[in-house]
DNA sequence: GCCAACGTTGGC
DNA sequence: GCCAACGTTGGC
């Protein structure tokens, strides 16, 4: 059992629409260590933080779990799609997707300043300058501390 | 909307 | 395989 960080921008995919939809195919992600995460380590069961980033405030707003393993993401031979990847093949696919499932959403978000702050959080990736990973692991020990004891 | 920090691309 | 140029991300 490991713990993610997937981090959206708060008004292209947000907690409201992943409780609304219930599940969705975590697509769009085009990045290779990101999808590397999601080829090669995430397991169906693991369990996700939410992360909106661009917005008021950044920070972690529920949690979701990864309900399949990695597939392939279809967005990227749709060319309609703003993911479009021309360059990928049917029988090669490049981009990789996970399933998620809506678990909670926090009454109030947790922010990215809080977890900046908090001496319990040293060392965790998000904190990082510059931290423009998409698809981020998460020690259980953050991931505890956050869910359980910054929503009380 | 700015801009610094990243990741990717492509010429050599 | 280097590295400058370019495009993107994301906090502010």
Redesign the pocket.
Known sequence: MQYWLL?S?GDCYSIDDLKRDKQTAWTGV????ARNFMRDSIKKGDLAIF?H???KP?GVYGVAKIVSTAHADETQFDCKDAHYDP?SKKTDPRWMCVDIAFVKKFTEPVS??EI?HDPHLEGMM?R???????VQPVSEKHFNYIVEEMTK
């Open positions: 981090k921008e085009r990045n290779y260590q992360y980033s661009s917005s950044t360059t990215l300043e900046k998000v990082a300058q510059g931290s423009r990973l998409s």
